[in-house]
């Protein structure tokens, strides 16, 4: 895994790097916009399992929490639901 430093984006970091051996399973955190790329990369990219991906985003850049949900929030919505 590599390193990051102040100014990386984790995003690139996580796509330059290989994954460990075996089954992976990955637990994301963040801002929401970073969260569904990174989870997306891993899914669509990477080939890994969707239930083995755990998503949570938790501030969306550029909006308050009294602002309407985004088309992206009610995407990610969906993608939660279908994982029930």
Do not use: I, K, N
């Amino acid at each position: 895994m590599r390193l990051l430093r102040e100014g990386d984006s984790p995003a690139e970091a996580v796509r330059a790097d290989t994954l460990p051996a075996g089954t992976p399973y990955a637990w994301l955190a963040g801002e929401a916009s970073a969260v569904r790329g990174l989870r997306r990369h891993l899914v669509e990219e990477r080939g890994v399992d969707r239930r083995s991906v755990h998503f949570t985003g938790y501030w969306r850049r550029r909006l308050a929490q009294d602002d309407a949900p985004t088309p992206e929030d009610l995407a990610e919505a969906r993608e939660r639901l279908s994982l029930g």
